[in-house]
């Protein structure tokens, strides 16, 4: 499969994708101009991220600029045609922005930037050390919404500590039920604060991200299935 790394003006992350993709996983990777709109080189078997940073200088709101972007429309459409699609940190704020994943990211309820590691789990034993940098990372949605990505299996990732245990404390923006990380009901979609792409470097002494990665966008069973 190839990789396509969408870069918006104030994208800061695009390259640690790029590289953690092809140096560490060893995959092929496109770079993808938000002006541009051609996806031709691309099927549903491949996939599209959107990185982290601060698109447009979130202006607005996190990610509200992005979701209109000319390669937007074509990752839009790409996704409802069932192609991959991974957002992390600003990348997940634009998929909410433009209604690929249901809620949204607010302001982190301490009101204060974070940037630190932390742990997540999908819930099934799984225990991942990621690295989170975001101040509006709060994930939000209705509580029928809530009740219905829980049911569904479409939680990815909750925040949890070094044991596994899911519990406020170890929580780091207040995110409702501890989400860290959810995909679409199709789960081709899907959208994390924490950056697994730093998480990838031997030299970096943390791998959890590989994992991260070859489970959720490059195997057949998906995080949360």
Excluded at 2 to 19: A, E, H, I, L, T
Excluded at 43 to 52: A, F, M, R, S, V
Excluded at 81 to 101: A, D, M, T
Excluded at 124 to 152: C, T
């Amino acid at each position: 499969m190839k990789f396509g790394v969408v870069v918006f003006p104030g994208s800061n992350c695009d390259r640690d994708m790029q590289d953690a993709l092809q140096h560490d996983l060893k995959q092929e990777v496109i770079m993808l101009w938000h002006k541009d709109k051609d996806l031709s080189a691309f099927t549903t078997d491949d996939c599209i991220i959107l990185p982290g940073g601060f698109s447009y200088g979130d202006y607005l709101r996190c990610g509200a600029i992005a979701r209109f972007s000319p390669m937007m429309q074509s990752v839009i459409d790409f996704a409802n045609r069932g192609g991959k699609v991974f957002g992390v940190c600003n990348g997940f704020q634009i998929l909410c922005e433009s209604g690929l994943l249901p809620g949204a990211l607010l302001r982190n309820g301490h009101q204060q930037f974070v940037c630190k590691n932390i742990y997540i789990t999908p819930g099934q034993g799984e225990i991942y050390k990621i690295p989170v940098a975001h101040g509006e990372g709060r994930y939000y949605a209705e509580e029928k919404i809530l009740d219905q990505l829980e049911a569904n299996g479409q939680v990815i990732f909750y925040y949890c500590d070094e044991n596994g245990q899911i519990t406020p404390e170890s929580n780091p923006n207040q995110a409702s039920r501890n989400i860290a990380g959810i995909c679409n009901a199709g789960r081709n979609v899907f959208g994390m604060m924490p950056h697994p792409e730093r998480a990838c470097s031997v030299e970096l002494g943390n791998t959890d991200g590989q994992a991260i990665i070859r489970t959720m966008l490059m195997a057949e069973q998906l995080v949360g299935g």
